[in-house]
């Protein structure tokens, strides 16, 4: 497809997306601080290029044109976010769906409700990565040793995990990996507590930039290729409290996520956010995309490599852990 036409079809699918936030309000004139159940949220995210869209709709003013405060907390991993969206202390959290899931498997009490896809992988964008001195060239190479991640059993682990098979190397969540937040795995990685790492964007292209960091597996590949990586979700207790709420956040972000189509969107806004990043960085990183529908189907495609690797016991039905206009 050519650039002129995936804007194009960005362009259909956000006023799509658009209309049916709009509907979710009962066909409101417009969203304002008057009119929302809560005008003012907090919400979990994460300084890496996926949450490009938040910072865009922050800087932008597309929350606030919706009536909308939204005030950031930075969590270090979707795993991180589940305790305080559970306990109340985020509103809305920026997270992996495998964490998501798993945390709604394993404790029927918590229901998180996926109201925004966020992230979809792309070509390098995520990676697992060594120092350019080292003897590992596969990640079949890697077998038995520390990989960093920023979370254990999650989207990471997965991603690994899948690479690996393919590999014919099996990785186990306990014993190989370690958990380090992205901004601190450069140090990790040159200090040598740990092997390699899981690099997130923006931060793989920078530790290649500045110590010579090697990709040894570009995880968006095989099964793998162009997987829903991330979201944007709440507990199932705050949408059914705050629809509109919701439907005000759904509007800006799914506007915002439609703009990050534009690599160059994206470039401008990441060195705004994502500390140590440079122009130069945000030009040479992998680009994913930035999803402006909320499709079930979709997600499905997670939830089925959960079960194919032992995160989740029974087949997973993604209906139930999506937001439905109210």
Known sequence: ???????????????????LAASACGGEDGASANGLEKSEILLGTMTIA????VQLALSKGLFKAEGL???TQVIQ??????PLLRSGRLDISFGNYVSLFTAGVKDPRFKPKIIAEGFNSAAKTHVV????DS???????LAGKRIAVNTKRNISTLLIRSAGQAQGVTFDDDKSFVEVPPPAMEHALKSGSVEAVQAIEPFGTQMQR?????MVADLSSGQTANLPIAGYAATEKFVEKNPKTVAAFQRALVKAQ??????KVVENVLPTYAKGIDAKVAAGMGFGEYPTTLDPAHLKRVADLMQRFGYVDKPIDVKNFVATPS
Do not use: L
């Open 129 to 132: 990565m060594v120092r350019g």
């Open 50 to 53: 996926d949450t490009a869209s």
């Open 77 to 82: 991993g979707g795993a991180a976010g589940i």
């Open 210 to 214: 500045s110590m010579g960091a090697r």
């Open 258 to 263: 439609g703009m990050c189509a534009d690599r």
């Open 69 to 71: 405060t939204v005030k």
């Open 1 to 19: 497809m050519t650039a002129s036409h995936r804007r194009a079809a960005v362009a259909g699918a956000v006023a799509v997306a658009v209309a």
């Open 135 to 141: 003897p590992h060239k596969t990640i079949k190479d």
